[in-house]
Structure formats: C-alpha cells, structure tokens
C-alpha cells in the first residue's frame, strides 16, 4: 500500500474474495471495532428483490443463477445508499465493485466527493474449500449476525449471540450449482480488480484461510494503518 492515497475524509475501504472468502463476517466485525458501515450489495440486492422493486425484479433470476446483477442497476443501488447520513462515518464495501466498470464508476463518485479509496484488501482463498464453507453458513434473521455449521455455532443452539433472536437463514443461492457460478463469475469479472487496485498502490492481502479472530486481527491492522 501507498501512505500517499490515504485520504483526509471519511474513510473508504473495500473487502475483495470469492464468495464463502468471509467478507461478510469480516466487514461486520471491522464495523463494531471502528465505527465504519457495511455496506454489502449482495444484501441491499436481497432487499430490493425482497420489496418487489423494479431493481430487484430484474435482478432476482440472476442471483439465483449465482451470475452477476448488470453494472447499471448495482451501480445505482450503491450511489444511492451512499448518500444516507450514517455513511459519513466510513464505508467497508463488502461485495462492490465485482467488475472492473464498478470500480472505474466508484472512484468516480468518491471523486465527486473528494474522498478515495484507504485500502482494497483481498482475503485470499483456497477455492476447493469454498464450496463447504458457503454451504454451511447461516445468519440470524434478526440482525443479521453469521454462523456456520463448522465454524460458527450460535453458544446456545438456536439462539443469536448477539440479539438473542431466533429467526435463522440460509441463503437461497448457496447451493453446491449455484456457488459454482459465483466461484467462476468472481475469477472472470472480479478477480481482475486485485491489479486494478495494485495499479493504484490501494492493495493489501490477507490469507484468509485461517481462524476468524486471527484474520480479523490481520484487518484490523491493515484498517489502523490505512486510515492514520
Ligand atoms: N457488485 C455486484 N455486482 C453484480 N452483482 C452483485 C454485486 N453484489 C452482489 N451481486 C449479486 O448478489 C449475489 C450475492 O452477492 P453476495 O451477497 O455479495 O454474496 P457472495 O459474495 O457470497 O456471492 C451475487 O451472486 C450477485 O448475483
């Protein structure tokens, strides 16, 4: 990373990885821990498709396909939820951009804006061991909190940690087909953005391979030093 990109204003920071990579679970403890928001696309595109939006009736087949919602209607949602008050305490994108025309079209919003990018930090994955990880996961319906068979159980079985509520979910894209479309949706339109923003002096790499909390330490000092 360059010291030289980091900006004065609200800090911007983008999470990069395959689906099941953990940029979820990782965004939200990086929003406890400095205050920043998430702001996930694959979750404000469930919500457009959940409202019945125009939005989301055309982009509802697509994500069921596990193809990614065009550039156009993504690009419109995240300019749009941008400009809620909240977001002037920083953004973590977790999800956004995917293509290289969503990162084109961000830098210019932030542009617009007098704000840039901090970091654009990869969590880098064994694809083999996406699939198990996607298939296993599950969130709280309530707040949102995510669980994995494996890797994250609620302490008190079928009760969230952190809201206590008993609504659980699973994705309905996270079958074994479907995830196999995400996978090779990330390494043709996504993965390119991983020299998109070394090009910018913006990247950092984490193996995210390892245990959660470890990981989550690792972010956080990529976070610290990229936002000084
Ligand atoms: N930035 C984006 N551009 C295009 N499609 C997107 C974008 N973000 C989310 N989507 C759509 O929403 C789906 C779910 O995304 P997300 O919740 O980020 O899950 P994951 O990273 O596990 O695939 C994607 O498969 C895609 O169809």
Known sequence: MDGSTTPTSAPVLILLGPPGAGKGTQARM??????????????????????????????????????????????????????????VRGVILDGFPRTTVQAEALDTLLAENGQRINAAISLDVDDAAMVDRISGRFTCGTCGEGYHDSFKAPKTQGQCDKCQGTDFRRRADDTAETVAARLDAYHAQTAPLIAFYDAQGALARVDAMGAIDDIALELGAIVTTATA
Do not use: H, P, W, Y
């Open 30 to 87: 990086l929003e406890e821990r400095f205050g920043l928001v998430q702001l996930s696309t694959g979750d404000l595109l469930r919500a457009a498709v959940a409202n019945g939006t125009d939005a989301g009736k055309q982009a509802k087949a697509v994500m069921e396909a596990g193809d990614l919602v065009s550039d156009d209607i993504v690009i419109a949602i995240l300019r749009d939820r941008l400009t809620d008050a909240d977001c």
